[in-house]
């Protein structure tokens, strides 16, 4: 038998104490051994709960208790999700956690501490919810280089995508209603301004090149600029917008962003719509394969956290060989990529079609019905290179007084 405690009784500390009980014959049965729950560590107390008398107040009950040697922690945040990792790591325990913001931002450190204990830090519910994505990169693609992953890597604003595109609603009404459903936070800054996603994909590039990835030096936008306008040029095309976070892999070095982005019907990721994710993974020998789930939720999420528990329990002697090292690969910036624009730009098309085309180069032009206004999609080319032309753009309209760009998305569209 194997003691566990849960550091965090909130929606998937909750799931895994749920699962943990209701499944507890077919995971010991995996685990090869009986997992029982110890304690559950909280602030509050749960008088009503199945696990009311095993809740605790102080960490040090876990930390000095020499028979748990399963420790999840599912609290979110840094603080003190970090120094309660570190110091279950340092006492030799195990960890399981789902907190993507605490394997962004320590995970080499920890890591590291678990190869030199003998134990595990394992992270597979930190990205993509119950999608098994982190463990099929080390073990089932272990044989392969890893060359691009791209992924929607984020439920709630995949959920708001995905509302404005089918019903026409503006990003406010969308994201309220995101709120209203319990998929968005309160306070939704992490989801729509990409930083969730950003330290997936960051997580997800590390896993696949072994080196450390500074979340950070990964150029993030959200999706607070997207509007229902731009649905409407969209649906014109049969095209969506996503929210993507992708990485390409060449050489040892790493091209990353995330960004909405205009993507076809033919795209592999266009289907995947409301809260779940999907993540596209190209490599050398296998060529496209794809993951595709609920990426949160509690059950989900906590099932991904107890696969975890059962694999740390079915090696309790021994670090099993995942994650990176603190080398860290060459960041590209992403502005040397190359792909379509979607801008739309104010004012009537046939007026200003000579100039867009001098300044943008061959475009394809979009209008509306009803509007002051029209859409073009460039060729491909460089950011760096569009950003030059649209900058030269926008100042001759203003020469003549009138209003430029209005909107931009890059558009993974074939020309
Ligand atoms: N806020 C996250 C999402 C939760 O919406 O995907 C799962 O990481």
Redesign the pocket.
């Known amino acids: 038998m194997m003691y566990a405690a849960i550091m965090g009784y909130g929606t998937i500390g909750t799931g895994v104490a749920e699962i943990l009980e209701k499944s507890r014959e077919r995971i010991a049965r995996s685990a090869g051994q009986e997992i029982c729950l110890k304690y559950v560590l909280d602030l509050r107390e749960f008088p009503d709960s199945p696990v009311a008398d095993r809740v605790i107040h102080d960490f040090k009950v876990i930390e000095e208790d020499e028979q748990v040697r399963l420790v999840v922690e599912t609290m979110g945040g840094l603080n003190p999700a970090y120094p309660f990792v570190k110091a279950c790591l340092s006492a030799g325990k195990h960890v399981v956690t789902s907190n993507?913001a605490l394997v962004a931002a320590y995970g080499t450190e920890l890591l590291k501490i678990a190869r030199e204990k003998g134990v595990n830090f394992f992270f597979e519910a930190s990205v993509g919810?119950g999608i098994p994505i982190i463990r099929t990169l080390y073990r089932c693609l272990m044989g392969e280089k890893i060359q691009e992953i791209s992924g929607i890597l984020?439920?709630?604003t995949n959920y708001i995508l995905t509302k404005m595109d089918r019903e026409g609603v503006s990003f406010e009404q969308a994201l309220k209603e995101a709120q209203e459903l319990g998929?968005a936070?309160k306070n939704p800054e992490?989801?729509v301004e990409g930083h969730?996603t950003c330290r997936k994909i960051a997580i997800l590039t590390a896993m696949a090149t072994g080196m450390e990835v500074d979340y950070q030096d990964i150029n993030t936008e959200g999706i607070t600029a997207i509007t229902d306008m731009d649905f409407r040029y969209a649906r014109k095309m049969g095209t969506s917008v996503k929210l993507l976070g992708t990485s390409r892999i060449e050489d040892g070095k790493v091209c990353a962003r995330v960004v909405p982005t205009m993507i076809s019907k033919d795209h592999p990721l266009y289907g995947v719509s409301g809260v779940y994710?999907g993540i596209l993974v190209k490599s050398d020998q296998l060529g496209d394969s794809m993951y595709y789930g609920s990426?949160?939720g509690k059950l989900p999420?906590a099932s991904a956290v107890v696969a975890d528990l059962i694999e740390a329990a079915q090696n309790e002697n021994r670090n099993v060989p995942i994650g990176w090292g603190a080398e860290r690969p060459e960041m590209i910036d992403s502005k040397i990529s190359e792909c379509r624009y979607f801008v739309r730009i104010a004012g009537a098309a046939e007026e200003k079609a000579e100039m867009v085309r001098g300044i943008l180069g061959e475009v394809q032009t979009l209008v509306l019905e009803d509007v002051d206004e029209f859409g073009i999609l460039t060729k491909k080319m460089a950011e760096i290179e569009f950003i030059q032309r649209a900058v030269k753009l926008d100042s001759e309209c203003q020469k003549k007084g009138e209003y430029g760009i209005l909107q931009l998305i890059r558009a993974e569209l074939e020309d």
Request: proline share 0%; net charge negative; charged share 30%.
């Open positions: 993507k919810g984020n439920g709630t998929y936070e992490a989801d969730d994710n990426g949160a999420t």
